[in-house]
């Protein structure tokens, strides 16, 4: 098992920045892969990034390329997701998941409460 809860999250301006982190419990994350996703209202959760065990592989969806970082630090049990140049758009509840690799949702065995992140246009 893995808990993981999210902080962070939070209002911001267009063009601000935020820094999403999940911290994991129960077992070391070095032995899972970790993901964020996010749901709009009225939306289906939609992948955002997943970084692999090692942190080698990371993958973004194509909306947040450039702007979205992914980091892990395995030491702390950590995940991070640092979101630049925010847009409108990407207002979501975001969530930390975990054990899982691609971008459907059903891939991954634990998931986080979530945090909001509001982006004023």
């Known amino acids: 098992q893995v808990q993981l809860v999210e902080s962070g999250g939070g209002l911001v301006q267009a063009g601000g920045s935020l820094r999403l982190s999940c911290a994991a419990s129960?077992?070391?994350?070095?032995?899972?892969?970790m993901g964020w996703f996010r749901q709009a209202p009225g939306k289906e959760r939609e992948f955002v990034a997943v970084i692999s065990m090692s942190g080698v592989r990371i993958y973004y969806t194509d909306s947040v390329k450039g702007r979205f970082t992914i980091s892990r630090d395995n030491a702390k049990n950590t995940v991070d997701l640092q979101m630049n140049s925010l847009k409108p758009e990407d207002t979501a509840v975001y969530y930390c998941a975990a054990g899982g690799w691609g971008t459907n949702p059903s891939g991954y065995d634990y998931w986080g409460q979530g945090t909001q992140v509001t982006v004023s246009s």
């Open positions: 129960g077992r070391p994350i070095s032995s899972v892969n």
